[in-house]
C-alpha cells in the first residue's frame, strides 16, 4: 500500500526520528482547542530543511496527507491530521541561523518558539515582538498569521516577517521576500503563504524583524464600570497618538478568574491594562496622559508601575489566564472565540456577547487586545457533552455573525482551521474563495497539504 511505501521511506531517511507509535500519533492528534481529535499515521522530526523536502515528495507521489506541526498550540484545530497521513514536526528544526543587530532581523529555523529566539537576542538589545500566550513556534505562528499583546504597537506576524524558505508540495524550496525594508518586484509570495496554515508548503525557515528593547518600561492597571467606558478610553487613547505597546482588556470574570490563579488583587470589575516604552520620562509622561483619560471615563484605582518584578508579575497573569480559566472548572475546556471588528464597533460587541453569556447556562469571559479592535471569548465546556459544545457553538457563531455585519472578521489572529471554515465565504465572498481554491489547486493539485483546512478539500 502506498501509505506503508511511504513509512517504509521515512524510517530508511529519519530512523528513529520517526515515530509510528500510539503514544506519540496520538500527542499528535490534538492542539489546545475542543475540536475532535484524529491520529495521524505516522510523526516525522526532521532537522534540515532537505529532509523536509524528501518527506513532502515522498508523501506526493504517494498521495500520502502532510501536515505541518509546530508546538500545538493552535486553538482551531490547524494541525489535526484531518485525512491521516504524516504529520511533520519541527520541533528538531531549533536553530537560530543569523542575527543581524545593525539590520533588525534575525534567520530562525521554523521551529524555534519565541521565548527562545528572545532569550538569544538578549545581549543584543533586541527582541521578536510577537507575543501569543502560548510559546508558539515561530512557524506556526506566520502559518495563523498570529499576533499578541504587543500587536498594536509592533504589529502581528504580517508586519514582522520579511522573508521565507517553504518547501511546496512537490518537493521544491521556494524562497520569498528579502532582506531588504521594502521592494517592488513580483507578487508578494511571502505574505501568500503567511496565514495559509499549511495547506500551501511547509514553512522551513524565516526572516523576523526585530525592534529595540525600550529603555523604560512601565505598566499599568484601571478599572471601570463599564465595557463601554474601558473602550471610550482606548479609543481616545489611540486618537491622542499615544504609541501604547499593550492594551488589553479583562471583564470582571476574566479579573476574578486571574485574581484566584494567579494570587494578584485587581478589582473585580471590566478592567484595562496597559504597558508604557521609551525613556523613562515618556513612558511616565504617557501613564500620565492615560490616566487623565482614564478618569474621564469613569477610571478608578489608576495604578502605574515602573517596578520591573510587578511587571512580569502582571503580564505572567495576564499571559496564564487560558489556564486560569481551565481552572475554575475541574476537567472543563475552552471553546474559544476571536473576533476583530472596526475598533468603534468594539465596546457595542463586548457588550452584546456579554449579554449572551449572561442569557446562557454555559460560563464564559471577554478578554481583548483592544487597541486593534480584537477580543476573545472562551466558554467552560465539558468534553463529550453535546448540549454544552452546541450552545459554545451557537454563542460562537453569534459573535462571528455580528462582526461580519459591521466590516469585521470571524479571525484576528486564531485563523480558520476547523472552526471557522463555514464563515469563509460569507466574510471574504464567493469570487476571492474561489480564487483561493485556483491558488491552492495551483500549488497543490493534489491536495496533499493540510487537507480539509481553509475551505480546501483533499
Not at 7 to 29: M, Y
Request: hydrophobic share 45%; proline share 3%; net charge negative.
Amino acid at each position: 500500500m502506498s501509505l506503508e511505501i511511504v513509512i517504509a521511506g521515512l524510517r530508511a531517511l529519519l530512523g528513529d526520528r520517526l515515530a509510528t507509535s500510539n503514544a506519540v500519533r496520538e500527542h499528535h492528534s490534538h492542539d489546545t482547542s475542543w475540536h475532535e481529535a484524529a491520529m495521524p499515521d505516522a510523526v516525522a522530526f526532521p532537522q534540515t530543511e532537505a529532509e523536509v523536502q524528501e518527506i513532502v515528495r515522498l508523501c506526493a507521489a504517494n498521495g500520502v496527507a502532510v501536515v505541518p506541526f509546530g508546538a500545538g498550540s493552535s486553538m482551531e484545530g490547524h494541525t489535526i491530521p484531518a485525512r491521516g497521513g504524516v504529520t511533520i514536526d519541527t520541533r528538531e528544526m531549533n536553530k537560530v541561523l543569523e542575527i543581524r543587530p545593525e539590520d533588525g532581523l534575525a534567520v530562525v529555523q521554523s521551529g524555534v518558539t519565541r521565548k527562545q529566539l528572545n532569550t538569544e537576542l538578549r545581549a543584543t538589545g533586541l527582541m521578536f515582538s510577537v507575543d501569543p500566550g502560548a510559546d508558539a513556534s515561530l512557524g506556526g505562528m506566520a502559518s495563523t498569521r498570529g499576533s499578541g499583546t504587543m500587536a498594536y504597537r509592533y504589529g502581528t506576524m504580517r508586519d514582522n516577517v520579511l522573508a521565507l524558505r517553504v518547501v511546496t508540495p512537490d518537493g521544491q524550496v521556494v524562497k520569498t521576500g528579502s532582506r531588504a525594508r521594502k521592494s517592488s518586484t513580483g507578487y508578494d509570495l511571502t505574505h501568500l503563504f503567511v496565514g495559509a496554515e499549511g495547506t500551501l508548503g511547509v514553512i522551513t525557515e524565516l526572516t523576523v524583524r526585530l525592534h529595540p528593547i525600550p529603555e523604560a518600561v512601565s505598566s499599568a492597571v484601571c478599572a471601570f464600570p463599564d465595557a463601554k467606558s474601558a473602550v471610550e478610553c482606548v479609543i481616545e487613547a489611540v486618537q491622542y497618538g499615544l504609541p501604547m505597546a499593550r492594551i488589553e482588556f479583562l471583564d470582571a470574570v476574566a479579573v476574578a478568574n486571574v485574581n484566584a490563579y494567579s494570587k494578584l488583587a485587581m478589582k473585580v470589575a471590566p478592567t484595562l491594562l496597559f504597558e508604557f516604552h521609551g525613556t523613562d520620562a515618556w513612558a511616565a509622561e504617557q501613564a500620565q496622559i492615560v490616566a487623565a483619560i482614564a478618569e474621564g471615563h469613569g477610571g478608578e484605582d489608576f495604578v502605574w508601575s515602573a517596578d520591573a518584578d510587578e511587571r512580569a508579575k502582571l503580564w505572567q497573569a495576564r499571559h496564564d489566564l487560558y489556564w486560569a480559566t481551565k481552572a475554575q472548572r475541574a476537567g472543563c475546556e475552552l471553546y474559544t472565540g476571536d473576533i476583530c471588528v472596526p475598533i468603534s464597533e468594539l465596546a457595542g460587541q463586548i457588550e452584546a456577547a456579554r449579554a449572551d453569556i449572561e442569557a446562557s447556562f454555559l460560563d464564559g469571559q471577554i478578554i481583548g487586545h483592544v487597541g486593534d479592535g480584537n477580543y476573545h471569548t472562551a466558554y467552560l465546556i465539558m468534553p463529550g457533552d453535546a448540549r454544552e459544545l452546541a450552545e459554545a457553538a451557537r454563542l460562537s457563531d453569534r459573535l462571528v455573525e455580528r462582526a461580519l455585519r459591521v466590516g469585521g472578521t470571524a479571525s484576528g489572529e486564531h485563523g480558520i482551521g476547523l472552526g471557522k471554515l463555514k464563515f469563509l465565504r460569507a466574510e471574504h465572498g464567493d469570487a476571492a474563495v474561489d480564487l483561493m481554491q485556483t491558488i491552492k489547486k495551483a500549488l497543490d493539485p493534489a491536495g496533499i497539504m493540510n487537507p480539509g483546512k481553509m475551505g480546501q478539500g483533499g
